[in-house]
């Protein structure tokens, strides 16, 4: 029998989840036996080449690539978790929620301490090819539908396992008090 | 001595003071009533809603009601476990509550209601409102975008010549806690210290100092809320 | 600020807790309550300026920034809607130059929404200033801002008056009663004095007992037996009582105090004075909703008759030691001031927040003293009990709902007003009586009642069925019912008072999903989900509000599905609301790209 795929993603994250998921420890061999990667940073495979059991997200959805690339895992993932506060909440880049985008893009572009004294043209980044932004971060269970959350910031180590462990096997999924946190 | 009186709490025998509320009746139980609003020394606000109970299939606020000799409490059922969660999570999704960037993460007593009631995701969708952050006290930080309303603040002793330093305003989902600018302006040490710990989430803070106690090590990381009363059963 | 605020401040004794009729003054006077007002409110009522704030910012007309010269208060709840209030709303934007929310910029006009002001049965209607006009069309909106503009005093601007008291030299309103039916209670004949003249005879005991055995019932919509109440307060340990007369009227669709405070008002001081000797009361509160403060001065000329007869004030009616008297306390807009305990706290200068029970009101009420709080209507039917007697009472009506019911009945209708019936009447007899066709709903009660559908027609109006405050609108098949319960949703998002968490976040929920719903975006389980809300607001909110306001949704879920069933989406477990379009067109535009979708 061929082993479950799995499938990660960063949208609008800090590879802070990622960072967890590596850290298992040497449990990471275990997972090698039990699953194996298609398209992921972890294994650096940029498209899909197979149907996928388990999508990963890490991150909200701040602009236009972020709800294509979550949009495609949601096509090419059989079940799809959200991980870690921004994939379930839009996490600190959803600060900017609630403060209009005109006013973020000021911020960022014209105004803010960094940019002030150095885009003298008053130059907004208008070029096609770049993702439009979003009115606001969405947490992913906003734009697909997301079947389990792990939250955390990043979520502990031994959630993912344990959840990634169950899924796999079927087992019951444990969640000792100390591994669901949220920050 | 005070009049003793019996009652059940989920079926269990407990016994407690007449003139005792439903909390501390509980507590003296071995029996966690799940509380936000409420606080020690402070008259009941039931704002929050968090400690509903039924008391001979009734629902009251455990916080202000008190027991009387005989009643029968449901605290731990299926059905007032789930309005307590959705209660938890209509406050979680009501504010901002970005917990990795909180000073009180790890000693929020809502966050640690989130992890006793597992609320990996909250049912409603977030609303992400636009709320103020208010710094022009030399020495409290206000920041409205966690505020829960438990209005421990509006109820406490923190005045001037008997002027009350904070107070709410507006009403229905506009409602805000206000500081007295005024009264601010001249807040001792002291008040501003207590103002801080009445708050159970990260609305008031004291300024210049903040993530002070390490991760591993604060209030709610070893175990969940309530269970000290628990472990007394 | 121009105002003696000292003058003001005296008037009330520098009373903190007369703090509403204060402001209610100096909004009055200035148009608002001015930042250098509050800090003097400070100063001299000893409580910080956040604490005066606290009670401004809780009621509608009050106001911390210019309300305007003129200030227009259009209501925008869902009859005006159905009369027409969208054109009447433009013509006063268009005519005015600002639109609804904001002042002129020469801040001569304010144009503001306002919740139901009593006038459902001649909407659209607005408060100008405190006077009232009806039956706006597109050009009166016209003809009142060019009388603005032409600084006519707003009085002036009354062309024609209505009927009955409205048209008196004290009233001047152009307001309608719009009696249609005349009942044996309330509408009915009856003796200026008779009432007290017969309870005077009678021990307070038997005043409360006669009450009692009436089975008169709270007809504010709650139904709490009115001699029970009276009995409560009468036992409680403390001897200074109050009694006060629940005049908010503010349920959307209701309107039947107004008329009854109108035509018939020594019905209900009649009523307040039988209640303050059988209480042993000293002193008793009106407390009006500010919408009717076109009342003010000739209800006080009622009370001022009855000082005049010896029957309020001292020794009454020359019955030693009977010392009742009655003040009017305004409100300043607040629907959850019906509430008996926020209404409390209100008449006590606070914010209208409801209070926690026990202690009742009966036990712990105004300035913490045992209280009754009645509605003008029950207070009316207790002078008529008093004369003609409890059986006479009990005569009328059905085994659980004695007496006669004042309804206010607007929308889809030939003949709204205001109908006093025996209560027993089922849904279809009183279409047939005010001249319904085509009806599609009924809604039973305002918001926070039922909304029926034809299957239930035959359903009765009375306690143990229907039961209600007077508030009944009819719509008719060409109504889209869902566009009704948004506005109610909307109606209580602003008014719920902000403490009980379920009811200040609940009904902002309800209203994200109703939209999602509207938006053709609603799923089965949405329904489920509104539904779920309902249960678990009904279970952990504090008061009447929080316990009944997803009513309008959950109640047309259940009676109505039809109205829903069209617009979900089939099938489809997951909808989501999100439109990529949309969210990215802000960002687009201010960067100035096309959006690449």
Redesign the interface.
Known sequence: MSKPVVATASLAGCFGCHMSILDIDERILDLIELVEFNKSPVDDIKTFTKQCDIGIIEGGCCN?EN?HNLKDFRKNCNILI?LG?CA?????P??R??????EC?EEAYLDGPTVADCNEKKI?????EIP?????V??C??????D????G?PPRADLIWNAVAALVTGGELA?P??V???? | MSEQITFTIDGKQCTAEKGDTIVAAAKKNGVYIPTLCDFEGLKPAATCRVCTVKVNGAPTTACSATVSQGVEIESNTEEITNIRKAVVEMMFVEGNHFCPACEKSGSCDLQALCYKYQMMVPRYDFTFPRKELDATSPKLLIEKNRCILCKRCVRSSITTNGKSLFAVAKRGNKTVIQMDKTLAADLSEEQAKEAMELCPVGAILKKETGFVTPIGQRKYDAAPIGSDIESNA | MNTDLNQILDKYKGDATRLMDILTDIQTEEGCIPSDAVAQLSERLGISRVEVEQTISFYHFFSQKPVGKYAVYLNDSAVAEMKGRTAVAAAFEQEAGCTFGSVTEDGVIGLHNTACIGMNDQEPAAIVNGVVFTNLTADKAKELVAGMRAGKAVQEMVTELGDGVNSSDLVQSMVKNNIQKKGDVIFSTFESGSAIKKCIEMAPEAVIDEVKSSNLRGRGGAGFPTGLKWEFCSKAAEKERYLICNADEGEPGTFKDRVILTETPQLVVEGMIVGGYALGAQQGIIYLRAEYTYLKKYLESVLDDYRQKNLLGNNIAGKEGFNFDLRIQFGAGAYVCGEESALIESAEGKRGEPRIRPPFPVEKGYLDKPTSVNNVESFAAVSQILVKGAAWFKGIGNDKSAGTKVLSISGDCEKPGVYEVAWGLSVQEMLDMVGASNTKAVLVGGPSGTFVGAKDFSRKICFGDLATGGSVIVFDQSRDILETVSNFVDFFCDESCGSCVPCRAGNGIIRSTLDKVINGKGTKADLEKLTELGTIMKAANRCGLGQTSFNPVVTTIKNLPEEYESRLQEESPYVPTFDLAASVADSCEYVGREPNL
């Not at chain 1, 379930?88 to 600190?92: K, N």
């Open positions: 236009s709800v959200s506060e379930i909440m839009g996490g600190l959803a600060m929620n609630g403060i209009p985008i005109k893009i907004l980044p208008n070029d096609d439009m932004i979003l009115d606001r969405y947490p269970h906003e734009i697909v539908k997301i389990y959350f792990l939250p910031c969640l008090y100390e669901v946190k949220f920050d």
